[in-house]
T-cell receptor, first 112, second 117 residues
Framework: DQQVKQNSPSLSVQEGRISILNCDYT??????FLWYKKYPAEGPTFLIS?????DKNEDGRFTVFLNKSAKHLSLHIVPSQPGDSAVYFC???????????FGQGTTLQVKP | GAVVSQHPSRVICKSGTSVKIECRSL??????MFWYRQFPKQSLMLMATSNEGSKATYEQGVEKDKFLINHASLTLSTLTVTSAHPEDSSFYIC?????????????FGPGTRLLVL
């Protein structure tokens, strides 16, 4: 049972344009969501997070939107840069366990 | 955030041997660390929660006798893959959580690539 889903395995965008990465979840108990960026053979790097009490959080070029009623979150990267090319994972946690449930990942390619 | 290191970064071993992977929190005292595993082109799967001074808690389906976890200090957790088999070949990653329990952010180590021949 995949509680966190990233239905797009890959995404390709042109440099300077917006990248939108999507994530859906099924567990209504999730109350904290995170996005990570990962290169092959490396550990994930934290990008941005959002609590369920908010619907938007912004940090530089990265903005995360949360739609609780739809159980959907998205990561916007604007403007996209070639260095953003990587695999992006969304993750969710609930309560005080701290345990993260990860989506399958979306490979982003930003073309120069 | 926390700075996390892992050693070794890569290990090749023969089937039946045991392999120890170290996870160190370099700038943060961690009473809890997490161990994940990632198979090629798949997601990260939580294996267990490492607890300083007490037993680790394992996720469903993870054999505690096969994946021994020892959290000896606030900066070190070790994962030992005992009697390794080729199906244990994977990318093992640890993480250190920081912040309040309800809004913890986990910071990951660089990972350890295990190949069992």
């Amino acid at each position: 049972d995949q509680q966190v889903k990233q239905n797009s395995p890959s995404l390709s965008v042109q440099e300077g344009r917006i990248s939108i990465l999507n994530c859906d979840y099924t567990n209504s108990m999730f109350d904290y969501f995170l996005w990570y960026k990962k290169y092959p053979a490396e550990g994930p790097t934290f990008l941005i997070s959002i609590s369920s009490i908010k619907d938007k959080n912004e940090d530089g070029r990265f903005t995360v939107f949360l739609n609780k009623s739809a159980k959907h979150l998205s990561l916007h990267i604007v403007p996209s840069q070639p260095g953003d090319s990587a695999v992006y994972f969304c993750a969710a946690s609930s309560g005080n366990t701290g345990k993260l449930i990860f989506g399958q990942g979306t490979t982003l390619q930003v073309k120069p | 955030g926390a700075v996390v290191s892992q050693h070794p970064s890569r290990v090749i071993c023969k089937s039946g041997t045991s392999v120890k992977i170290e996870c160190r929190s370099l700038d943060f005292q961690a009473t809890t660390m997490f161990w994940y595993r990632q198979f090629p082109k798949q997601s990260l799967m939580l294996m267990a929660t490492s607890n300083e001074g007490s037993k680790a808690t394992y996720e469903q389906g993870v054999e505690k006798d096969k994946f021994l976890i020892n959290h000896a200090s606030l900066t070190l957790s070790t994962l030992t893959v005992t009697s390794a088999h080729p199906e244990d070949s994977s990318f093992y990653i640890c993480s250190v959580p920081t912040g309040l329990a309800s809004t913890q952010t986990q910071y990951f180590g660089p990972g350890t690539r295990l190949l069992v021949l």
